[in-house]
């Protein structure tokens, strides 16, 4: 990975404007926020930062207003969640730019912390307008980007302020790259990719990506069962992409080439009606899956064998559930194999990685995700960096 910088990296910032891109899209239900988790992310950057005695101002979206002010997409709604998990008081600033912010910044004292409004209020956001970004950028001394789930956006406040002033990357966003790097830009190998999730079609670019770069891709969850009908297996009445066929015989092909070693499951749970425990539930072998069935989770027998393969592995990525892990005991293949990976990785002979919202979940409800060495909540930025794609609110800080 090029080399970026980091807050390491800053000199004396006391009394300096520093502009922070956070991630403050937090959910909300009935007027109160929900869950502080992205906060508490970057909590450690704003706090180090102000500890310094800079003037500390954060700049984020809320939702998709399209350009327009809309009340119920301030930011101000987030205001006081956020002066609870900082501990600080936050001056709210109704504007971004101009001399409105600019006064605000006047009364701010070193240490002190401002929210700036929404930034897609402004249609110049989402464009990455260049007069927007300099008008933003005049009233501050360095930037410094905290929002890896931003980064995939080529916006003026992920983007554009880091090309017009000093930029840093900031405790959360080093975090996630270094970790990331570790995963698949300079991994340990072997490498393994847990892949899952319920249609091939929302990541063929992962797929196609990966099997150039790692050594095992464990393909799992409603997939899997797109893949072994590829290869000519009956898959009843489960979840399937048929029309994906030659486009997975394609994938398992490029798998061929590169040395990397596909792991479909032999043997599989079904029932045939989706539900808790159904009295319809057997465990069978892929080749007797019933035309009323339906594949809901890997078998046994194949997560025991996965567990082997992870246990001859350095690294690993994972990225979507083995089966419909929201429904017991459809979530036994998934539970078991992260407790493996979690396991392998308090010993220390694997570093894990994992990322995506129902990954996130999956493994919170394994109890295993603190025991992963990384997991990204970024959603959209982990699957294009997964699909070996340039996230420009990264490139942006390389040197």
Same mark, same amino acid.
């Given at each position: 990975?090029?080399?970026?910088?980091?807050?390491?990296?800053?000199?004396?910032?006391?009394?300096?404007?520093?502009?922070?891109?956070?991630?403050?899209?937090?959910?909300?239900? @009935?007027?109160?926020?929900?869950?502080?988790?992205?906060?508490?992310?970057?909590?450690?950057?704003?706090?180090?930062?102000?500890?310094?005695?800079?003037?500390?101002?954060?700049?984020?979206?809320?939702?998709?207003?399209?350009?327009?002010?809309?009340?119920?997409?301030?930011?101000?709604?987030?205001?006081?969640?956020?002066? @609870?998990?900082?501990?600080?008081?936050?001056?709210?600033?109704?504007?971004?730019?101009?001399?409105?912010?600019?006064?605000?910044?006047?009364?701010?004292?070193?240490?002190?912390?401002?929210?700036?409004?929404?930034?897609?209020?402004?249609?110049?956001?989402?464009?990455?307008?260049?007069?927007?970004?300099?008008?933003?950028?005049?009233?501050?001394?360095?930037?410094?980007?905290?929002?890896?789930?931003?980064?995939?956006?080529?916006?003026?406040?992920?983007?554009?302020?880091?090309?017009?002033?000093?930029?840093?990357?900031?405790?959360?966003?080093?975090?996630?790259?270094?970790?990331?790097?570790?995963?698949?830009?300079?991994?340990?190998?072997?490498?393994?990719?847990?892949?899952?999730?319920?249609?091939?079609?929302?990541?063929?670019?992962?797929?196609?990506?990966?099997?150039?770069?790692?050594?095992?891709?464990?393909?799992?969850?409603?997939?899997?069962?797109?893949?072994?009908?590829?290869?000519?297996?009956?898959?009843?009445?489960?979840?399937?992409?048929?029309?994906?066929?030659?486009?997975?015989?394609?994938?398992?092909?490029?798998?061929?080439?590169?040395?990397?070693?596909?792991?479909?499951?032999?043997?599989?749970?079904?029932?045939?009606?989706?539900?808790?425990?159904?009295?319809?539930?057997?465990?069978?072998?892929?080749?007797?899956?019933?035309?009323?069935?339906?594949?809901? @989770?890997?078998?046994?027998?194949?997560?025991?064998?996965?567990?082997?393969?992870?246990?001859?592995?350095?690294?690993?990525?994972?990225?979507?559930?083995?089966?419909?892990?929201?429904?017991?005991?459809?979530?036994?293949?998934?539970?078991?194999?992260?407790?493996?990976?979690?396991?392998?990785?308090?010993?220390?002979?694997?570093?894990?990685?994992?990322?995506?919202? @129902?990954?996130?979940?999956?493994?919170?409800?394994?109890?295993?995700?603190?025991?992963?060495?990384?997991?990204?909540?970024?959603?959209?930025?982990?699957?294009?960096?997964?699909?070996?794609?340039?996230?420009?609110?990264?490139?942006?800080?390389?040197?």
């Amino acid at each position: 990975m090029a080399s970026f910088r980091t807050l390491d990296d800053l000199g004396d910032v006391s009394g300096k404007v520093a502009l922070v891109r956070v991630d403050l899209n937090l959910p909300m239900q @009935d007027g109160h926020v929900t869950d502080v988790t992205r906060v508490k992310a970057s909590a450690p950057t704003i706090l180090e930062l102000a500890g310094k005695g800079a003037k500390v101002l954060l700049l984020a979206h809320f939702g998709r207003p399209k350009g327009e002010r809309h009340s119920t997409m301030s930011l101000s709604l987030v205001q006081g969640a956020v002066e @609870d998990v900082l501990g600080h008081e936050v001056m709210f600033i109704p504007e971004v730019a101009g001399e409105v912010a600019a006064q605000a910044i006047g009364i701010l004292r070193p240490g002190d912390i401002g929210m700036l409004e929404n930034t897609r209020f402004w249609k110049g956001e989402e464009k990455n307008d260049p007069d927007f970004a300099k008008s933003i950028a005049a009233n501050a001394d360095f930037y410094v980007n905290d929002a890896f789930s931003a980064a995939h956006r080529a916006h003026a406040t992920t983007e554009g302020l880091a090309h017009l002033l000093p930029a840093y990357a900031g405790r959360a966003m080093q975090a996630e790259l270094e970790a990331l790097d570790k995963a698949l830009g300079a991994p340990e190998k072997p490498v393994a990719a847990v892949v899952g999730g319920a249609k091939v079609s929302t990541k063929l670019a992962v797929l196609e990506h990966l099997v150039g770069q790692v050594d095992h891709l464990i393909i799992g969850g409603g997939m899997a069962n797109t893949f072994l009908a590829a290869r000519g297996i009956d898959v009843g009445k489960s979840l399937c992409e048929h029309e994906l066929a030659e486009v997975a015989e394609k994938i398992m092909d490029a798998a061929d080439r590169s040395g990397c070693t596909v792991h479909l499951p032999y043997d599989v749970v079904v029932a045939k009606e989706f539900a808790p425990n159904p009295p319809s539930m057997r465990t069978c072998n892929v080749h007797e899956v019933g035309a009323d069935e339906m594949i809901l @989770d890997v078998g046994p027998q194949a997560v025991e064998a996965l567990a082997d393969v992870l246990k001859t592995c350095r690294t690993l990525v994972w990225n979507g559930p083995m089966g419909a892990f929201e429904t017991e005991p459809f979530d036994a293949a998934t539970v078991a194999l992260a407790r493996t990976a979690a396991a392998l990785t308090k010993e220390g002979s694997l570093v894990s990685v994992a990322g995506g919202g @129902d990954t996130v979940s999956a493994l919170n409800h394994a109890g295993v995700a603190k025991d992963f060495t990384y997991i990204s909540t970024a959603g959209g930025a982990f699957l294009e960096w997964m699909e070996g794609r340039e996230l420009p609110g990264v490139a942006a800080l390389m040197r």
